[in-house]
């Protein structure tokens, strides 16, 4: 009997057969507060360091157009080492062999005050007194060559009254953490912090809302698992579970701002609380992203000149799943393709070559959606063209899940562009070599045909004026600012100038010319509203989705089917 026991303490001493080695990577998480309030979040990095003698720290410092992002990190220092700088977003450590490291810093707001609408997705560090965001891009320091090392994070020392919830939570939950899951990753803290769970399609959702909204949380936690089942049961191959953050936007009068990114196994969503209409399509497209383009095949080194492919083909399906789950009806598919056809069609940029949009998409914002406009709506030419080839019998989605299914081979996934055209001329007979010259890479214009849906909407034409707004935004200490005003445009004959503060816009259509628009300014003078109708020089002409009228719900139904696809 004793000998019994000790083989079984024996056995229970051992590590088990193919249990995951402990991390390497130990990340802690804590509060810095003055007076009750959040002003910063100290990391600590615990790891052994490189076997050399010598370990590399990569400091955030560019994404997503976003720069010296190591501004945000204050008091970097290490213990178990010596540390000197090699430029502002490199540390390098001179160490033992293997010497078990300490690094520490502190995240500081990367923003004055709260993020505001109008100067782009808050990527940079949020930290407010009642509340955070983190992205990960922006938020960790990394080991460098230890992309595949797994990886440990903790929150320490949060009172009871805050709530924080992460994709990095996912670790807890059965997975293994990888570093580059930490860089890909978005957390969210405070006092007012709402988490909903819902089962989805091969998993389960987090949603996480910061503050207060105008919609209940709840429900908006129902459409998401509705969405992210839709797509999942689309592609057939996702599973585990995915997180969704909701971050506010300071409000600036009655301007309108909201955004998204993706995260891997989650996606960030940034809105002032008056523009949350859009936070479905932008849930739809960011979800998309987690197979356009990651698992269909390889981004080039240039990822902009593959955009209208990665971005456009994510609005297409983007679409199509909110028609065909119920999140839209047909009227709002068509409002929102005939809004981004719009925005394409009276662009100055519509033409522009795809290697300019390359080299201008960070900096110019002409080129930040042409990307995205130009390959849906060839998404569209080329759905079509299938369908027209295979007499109905197939579409642009066995394309898609033609590409999926070769990505999943032995060796190196192919270059999107080239898998593509593959996959169009195997699956569906049609060799689109003279469009990607002629219409991606050149940027020349297209048609689309007027039964692009059928007999369930036709494409229409009318010749209409340039919509032109005059101005841009600009965020500035204290609030939004007009910017580059246009001498000589309307906006300017009305009296907007650079520097006067921008309250809002009460009236007016982004993009349409026959609508005046009404902002609220504030100058020396005070504040008053200023009216002017936004048209410019010229003409062009505008394609527009008509819905067949009078449909009964049979009828409703098919063309609901007709139009969103397969998904």
């Given at each position: 009997?004793?000998?019994?026991?000790?083989?079984?303490?024996?056995?229970?001493?051992?590590?088990?057969?193919?249990?995951?080695?402990?991390?390497?990577?130990?990340?802690?998480?804590?509060?810095?507060?003055?007076?009750?309030?959040?002003?910063?979040?100290?990391?600590?990095?615990?790891?052994?360091?490189?076997?050399?003698?010598?370990?590399?720290?990569?400091?955030?410092?560019?994404?997503?157009?976003?720069?010296?992002?190591?501004?945000?990190?204050?008091?970097?220092?290490?213990?178990?080492?010596?540390?000197?700088?090699?430029?502002?977003?490199?540390?390098?450590?001179?160490?033992?062999?293997?010497?078990?490291?300490?690094?520490?810093?502190?995240?500081?707001?990367?923003?004055?005050?709260?993020?505001?609408?109008?100067?782009?997705?808050?990527?940079?560090?949020?930290?407010?007194?009642?509340?955070?965001?983190?992205?990960?891009?922006?938020?960790?320091?990394?080991?460098?060559?230890?992309?595949?090392?797994?990886?440990?994070?903790?929150?320490?020392?949060?009172?009871?009254?805050?709530?924080?919830?992460?994709?990095?939570?996912?670790?807890?939950?059965?997975?293994?953490?990888?570093?580059?899951?930490?860089?890909?990753?978005?957390?969210?803290?405070?006092?007012?912090?709402?988490?909903?769970?819902?089962?989805?399609?091969?998993?389960?959702?987090?949603?996480?809302?910061?503050?207060?909204?105008?919609?209940?949380?709840?429900?908006?936690?129902?459409?998401?698992?509705?969405?992210?089942?839709?797509?999942?049961?689309?592609?057939?191959?996702?599973?585990?579970?995915?997180?969704?953050?909701?971050?506010?936007?300071?409000?600036?009068?009655?301007?309108?701002?909201?955004?998204?990114?993706?995260?891997?196994?989650?996606?960030?969503?940034?809105?002032?609380?008056?523009?949350?209409?859009?936070?479905?399509?932008?849930?739809?497209?960011?979800?998309?992203?987690?197979?356009?383009?990651?698992?269909?095949?390889?981004?080039?080194?240039?990822?902009?000149?593959?955009?209208?492919?990665?971005?456009?083909?994510?609005?297409?399906?983007?679409?199509?799943?909110?028609?065909?789950?119920?999140?839209?009806?047909?009227?709002?598919?068509?409002?929102?393709?005939?809004?981004?056809?719009?925005?394409?069609?009276?662009?100055?940029?519509?033409?522009?070559?795809?290697?300019?949009?390359?080299?201008?998409?960070?900096?110019?914002?002409?080129?930040?959606?042409?990307?995205?406009?130009?390959?849906?709506?060839?998404?569209?030419?080329?759905?079509?063209?299938?369908?027209?080839?295979?007499?109905?019998?197939?579409?642009?989605?066995?394309?898609?899940?033609?590409?999926?299914?070769?990505?999943?081979?032995?060796?190196?996934?192919?270059?999107?562009?080239?898998?593509?055209?593959?996959?169009?001329?195997?699956?569906?007979?049609?060799?689109?070599?003279?469009?990607?010259?002629?219409?991606?890479?050149?940027?020349?214009?297209?048609?689309?045909?007027?039964?692009?849906?059928?007999?369930?909407?036709?494409?229409?034409?009318?010749?209409?004026?340039?919509?032109?707004?005059?101005?841009?935004?600009?965020?500035?200490?204290?609030?939004?600012?007009?910017?580059?005003?246009?001498?000589?445009?309307?906006?300017?004959?009305?009296?907007?100038?650079?520097?006067?503060?921008?309250?809002?816009?009460?009236?007016?259509?982004?993009?349409?010319?026959?609508?005046?628009?009404?902002?609220?300014?504030?100058?020396?003078?005070?504040?008053?509203?200023?009216?002017?109708?936004?048209?410019?020089?010229g003409t062009y002409v505008l394609r527009k989705v008509v819905l067949k009228p009078d449909m009964d719900a049979a009828t409703r139904d098919a063309?609901?089917?007709?139009?969103?696809?397969?998904?």
């Open positions: 009997m004793r000998r019994l026991l000790t083989l079984i303490a024996l056995f229970l001493a051992l590590p088990l057969m193919g249990a995951a080695a402990p991390p390497s990577l130990h990340y802690a998480l804590s509060p810095v507060f003055e007076r009750g309030a959040l002003k910063a979040i100290a990391v600590e990095l615990s790891f052994a360091g490189d076997a050399d003698g010598e370990t590399r720290l990569v400091v955030p410092d560019e994404w997503a157009g976003n720069a010296e992002l190591w501004k945000h990190i204050k008091a970097i220092s290490v213990d178990g080492g010596t540390m000197r700088e090699a430029g502002p977003a490199r540390r390098v450590i001179s160490h033992r062999p293997g010497a078990a490291l300490t690094v520490r810093y502190r995240l500081v707001n990367g923003y004055d005050g709260d993020p505001a609408p109008g100067t782009g997705n808050p990527y940079r560090p949020v930290i407010r007194p009642t509340w955070f965001q983190l992205i990960g891009d922006a938020a960790f320091l990394e080991v460098e060559g230890r992309q595949e090392t797994p990886v440990q994070v903790r929150w320490t020392s949060w009172p009871k009254a805050w709530r924080h919830a992460s994709d990095l939570d996912h670790g807890e939950r059965g997975r293994t953490l990888r570093s580059q899951e930490l860089i890909d990753s978005v957390s969210v803290g405070g006092t007012a912090l709402s988490i909903h769970e819902r089962e989805i399609e091969g998993g389960r959702l987090r949603f996480a809302a910061l503050g207060e909204w105008d919609f209940k949380t709840s429900a908006f936690a129902d459409e998401l698992a509705s969405i992210v089942s839709a797509q999942r049961r689309f592609w057939g191959d996702a599973n585990g579970p995915f997180f969704v953050s909701l971050t506010p936007i300071a409000p600036a009068g009655d301007w309108r701002s909201a955004g998204g990114t993706g995260r891997g196994d989650g996606f960030a969503l940034f809105s002032t609380r008056n523009a949350t209409g859009g936070l479905r399509y932008l849930i739809a497209h960011e979800h998309i992203h987690s197979w356009i383009p990651a698992r269909l095949g390889r981004m080039p080194p240039v990822e902009q000149t593959d955009y209208w492919f990665s971005e456009g083909f994510t609005d297409f399906y983007a679409l199509r799943t909110l028609l065909n789950s119920g999140g839209w009806s047909l009227e709002a598919y068509v409002d929102k393709l005939n809004e981004e056809m719009a925005a394409h069609d009276v662009s100055p940029a519509r033409t522009w070559s795809n290697s300019r949009i390359a080299e201008a998409f960070w900096t110019d914002k002409l080129a930040q959606r042409l990307p995205y406009r130009r390959g849906m709506l060839l998404a569209y030419r080329w759905d079509q063209m299938i369908r027209v080839r295979t007499a109905g019998a197939k579409d642009l989605d066995d394309v898609m899940l033609a590409m999926q299914d070769r990505a999943r081979g032995p060796g190196p996934k192919p270059l999107v562009r080239e898998a593509f055209r593959l996959a169009m001329r195997d699956v569906a007979g049609i060799d689109i070599t003279a469009d990607l010259t002629a219409l991606v890479e050149n940027g020349e214009a297209f048609e689309l045909p007027d039964d692009l849906f059928g007999d369930c909407a036709r494409v229409t034409r009318e010749t209409r004026g340039v919509f032109e707004r005059g101005w841009e935004a600009k965020q500035v200490p204290g609030g939004v600012v007009f910017d580059q005003v246009k001498v000589g445009s309307n906006a300017w004959k009305a009296g907007i100038r650079d520097g006067m503060t921008l309250l809002g816009k009460s009236s007016g259509v982004t993009g349409d010319e026959r609508y005046d628009y009404v902002v609220g300014v504030k100058d020396s003078a005070g504040e008053r509203k200023i009216t002017y109708r936004p048209v410019g020089e063309c609901r089917k007709r139009m969103s696809g397969g998904i």
